[in-house]
């Protein structure tokens, strides 16, 4: 694979708890459920892992808490070699309850925790290359410590690629920051929703180009099963189709996406071919059980897909 761009994740570690049940319980109704299982997620952790679990070199930028899921997040992060850099002696990381109904829908009801209570000291530990991309996910961008990372974030080098995923928090997020973002080397990922709220009414992929082309930065459009669209300043939006799965449930899979095509920057392939492996990495993840999903390099080159 040739030198590989190292990769510096700033996003959540914390617990998920996940549960199926029939349908979501209306307002004072009791609804009976099924644990399914008890993982760390969080959307930074889910990237780390996989690209981790894909032997792309990752600069680990999660805070990891002092308690139960601390504790538990320290040890899975042990296991994947990722060293833990940001530690905070007064809060434990947050958790999540993740419900999915018979469709695959997944809700959630998160609890914050250290992952939100970011200082310049705790961003100064991180030992950021000159070169590489940095990946930031949404969550972690909603908070009364926000702007310190947004800063952070905006003054980083100029060899460095921001990949962001602001998610279901975009509403929540400083548009001073989203108008700051750097020209040229900013990548915004974003559902069919995201793209809605952030360029417009209208046809997605039509409106995301031109919000591409007005402000200069890449947006990368998530149809999931209606595929990929590129959107790319001063071009024609171009389409990466999806792969066929039978899905279980689709919890990690905006995460799955952003870590396939993390791991093809960072080994220098073009940025459809990045995508086209975020697709992959994304549908093997949702043909699994929660977040925990993402293959290794062999069961990546193994897995028979519909």
């Known amino acids: 694979m040739g030198d590989l761009l190292p990769i510096t994740v700033i996003g959540a570690a914390a617990g998920d708890i996940v549960l199926s049940l029939p349908r979501l319980p209306r307002s004072g109704e009791d609804q009976e459920a099924k644990e399914i299982d008890q993982q760390i997620g969080g959307s930074g952790f889910n990237v780390a892992r996989a690209l981790a679990r894909l032997q792309i070199p990752v600069v680990n930028g999660i805070p990891v808490g002092n308690g139960y899921w601390g504790k538990r997040i320290t040890k899975e992060m042990q296991a994947l070699g990722l060293e833990v850099t940001l530690t905070n002696s007064l809060l434990d990381n947050g958790w999540c309850l993740a419900m999915v109904e018979p469709d695959g829908e997944r809700s959630f009801v998160s609890v914050s925790g250290c992952e939100v209570d970011w200082s310049s000291a705790m961003l100064s530990a991180i030992a950021l290359p000159e070169k590489g991309y940095i990946y930031s996910s949404g969550y972690v961008m909603v908070s009364k410590t926000t702007a310190i990372l947004c800063d952070w974030l905006l003054a980083s080098p100029p060899g460095q690629t921001l990949l962001l995923d602001f998610g279901p928090r975009l509403p929540n997020i400083d548009s001073a920051f989203i108008d700051a973002l750097p020209v040229g080397r900013t990548i915004l990922t974003l559902n069919r929703d995201e793209m809605t709220m952030l360029c417009g009414e209208g046809d997605p992929v039509v409106q995301a180009s031109n919000y591409s082309n007005k402000r200069k930065i890449t947006i990368i459009c998530r149809l999931g099963l209606q595929g990929t669209w590129i959107c790319l300043p001063d071009r ?70 519909e």
């Open 236 to 305: 024609d939006p171009e389409y990466v189709a999806a792969y066929k799965v039978k899905v279980v449930d689709t919890i990690g899979a905006g995460d799955a996406h952003s870590s396939g095509m993390l791991a093809g920057l960072s080994q220098g392939m073009s940025l459809k071919d990045a995508v086209e492996l975020g697709n992959r990495v994304a549908a093997i993840v949702v043909s699994r059980s929660g977040a925990a999903g993402a293959p290794t390099i062999k069961e990546l080159k193994e897995f028979v897909f």
